[in-house]
């Protein structure tokens, strides 16, 4: 199952406790302070990976903690530090610090980010050492290392995304354009995960079906939306088979814009579907006034694969173009 979403619990490591020891020498039992400094904690980093099912690993330990400082030792030896711990997330991640409210993205293939500092290691006596405090018995401990609860939410970062309405045919398509093999089917729900496709070295992912309503967070709507902000670019599937296509079309167009106003400016195309189930006169007006968008608008149908190949072709020659 792919999994977009998970909470976490981190913690950096703790500081290691500064030392109370003395230097022996032959003939001067307590010849001066030796006590190291603890070593620092390890911190916590979210590093982004290509796997974007990758939170589907965690969903059985949820904890990550990076290793503490270790305590001082004698002969002026200060503790080792605690090693890093890092975090591997699907590239286009959002992290959220539940409780300090700040967040991260990761953008980029290998980018990483901190997100929990370790704790300072603690002094140990020979630090106190002075003109006037020769013989120091005090020693500090290590300081506790952040820790806190982290929302990660992935936007999938793909070539071409597929939006519509439940049952316009998303899956149809990107099963001709790609290797994916999506489950079809006349359902009036829409899938529940994004489904992923190679085009020639390019993604293409089916986007859950939007809903009306689906900005204010109606059904699953944000959780959909979020996948399309990061898409390069849209096919917008529109079924004939409805009474009005045109009020679908800019239904959808609607939530784009309200959930956030820079989708409607991504580059779209419009692909109406079930073409074999309506007569021509009836995809002609459509046509012509979804061709008032200035987008391009394909009409496709499974039975005249010759539309999909189209489609294909100038689907290529576009991703081209943008590389």
């Given at each position: 199952m792919f999994v977009d979403e998970l909470t976490i619990y981190a913690k950096a490591g703790d500081g290691g406790n500064g030392v109370v020891r003395w230097r022996h020498e032959k003939f001067k039992p307590l010849a001066g302070p030796a006590g190291g400094n603890g070593g620092c904690g390890g911190d916590v980093y979210v590093r982004a990976v290509k796997d974007l099912n990758q939170l589907a690993k965690y969903t059985g330990n949820k904890e990550f903690k990076a290793e503490s400082g270790q305590a001082g030792t004698n002969q002026s030896q200060d503790g080792r530090n605690g090693q890093d711990i890092y975090i591997d997330i699907p590239v286009g991640s959002r992290v959220t610090d539940i409780a300090r409210r700040r967040y991260f993205e990761v953008t980029e293939l290998g980018q990483t980010e901190k997100i929990l500092k370790g704790g300072g290691g603690g002094l140990g006596n020979e630090h106190f050492k002075s003109s006037t405090n020769r013989s120091p018995e005090q020693s500090t401990e290590g300081r506790s290392g952040e820790s806190g609860e982290f929302l990660i939410e992935v936007a999938l970062m793909v070539?071409?995304?597929?939006?519509?309405?439940?049952?316009?045919?998303?899956?149809?398509?990107?099963?001709?354009?790609?290797?994916?093999?999506?489950?079809?089917?006349?359902?009036?729900?829409?899938?529940?995960?994004?489904?992923?496709?190679?085009?020639?070295?390019?993604?293409?992912?089916?986007?859950?079906?939007?809903?009306?309503?689906?900005?204010?967070?109606?059904?699953?709507?944000?959780?959909?939306?979020?996948?399309?902000?990061?898409?390069?670019m849209l096919l917008h599937l529109v079924s004939l088979e409805h009474d009005n296509p045109v009020e679908q079309y800019y239904t959808i167009r609607t939530e784009l814009s309200e959930y956030d106003e820079s989708l409607v400016k991504k580059d779209e195309w419009i692909i109406l579907t079930k073409k074999d189930l309506v007569k021509q006169d009836f995809i002609d007006s459509v046509v012509s006034d979804l061709a008032k968008t200035e987008n391009r608008v394909f009409v496709v149908s499974q039975e005249e694969l010759e539309t999909y190949k189209n489609l294909s072709d100038e689907l290529t020659k576009y991703l081209k173009g943008v590389q």
């Amino acid at each position: 199952m792919f999994v977009d979403e998970l909470t976490i619990y981190a913690k950096a490591g703790d500081g290691g406790n500064g030392v109370v020891r003395w230097r022996h020498e032959k003939f001067k039992p307590l010849a001066g302070p030796a006590g190291g400094n603890g070593g620092c904690g390890g911190d916590v980093y979210v590093r982004a990976v290509k796997d974007l099912n990758q939170l589907a690993k965690y969903t059985g330990n949820k904890e990550f903690k990076a290793e503490s400082g270790q305590a001082g030792t004698n002969q002026s030896q200060d503790g080792r530090n605690g090693q890093d711990i890092y975090i591997d997330i699907p590239v286009g991640s959002r992290v959220t610090d539940i409780a300090r409210r700040r967040y991260f993205e990761v953008t980029e293939l290998g980018q990483t980010e901190k997100i929990l500092k370790g704790g300072g290691g603690g002094l140990g006596n020979e630090h106190f050492k002075s003109s006037t405090n020769r013989s120091p018995e005090q020693s500090t401990e290590g300081r506790s290392g952040e820790s806190g609860e982290f929302l990660i939410e992935v936007a999938l970062m793909v070539d071409v995304g597929l939006i519509g309405f439940p049952n316009a045919g998303k899956s149809t398509l990107l099963n001709h354009l790609t290797n994916a093999h999506s489950r079809v089917g006349a359902y009036p729900f829409t899938t529940l995960e994004p489904h992923l496709g190679d085009f020639y070295g390019h993604t293409i992912a089916d986007i859950p079906g939007l809903i009306s309503g689906a900005a204010a967070g109606k059904g699953l709507g944000h959780k959909f939306l979020r996948h399309v902000s990061r898409t390069k670019m849209l096919l917008h599937l529109v079924s004939l088979e409805h009474d009005n296509p045109v009020e679908q079309y800019y239904t959808i167009r609607t939530e784009l814009s309200e959930y956030d106003e820079s989708l409607v400016k991504k580059d779209e195309w419009i692909i109406l579907t079930k073409k074999d189930l309506v007569k021509q006169d009836f995809i002609d007006s459509v046509v012509s006034d979804l061709a008032k968008t200035e987008n391009r608008v394909f009409v496709v149908s499974q039975e005249e694969l010759e539309t999909y190949k189209n489609l294909s072709d100038e689907l290529t020659k576009y991703l081209k173009g943008v590389q």
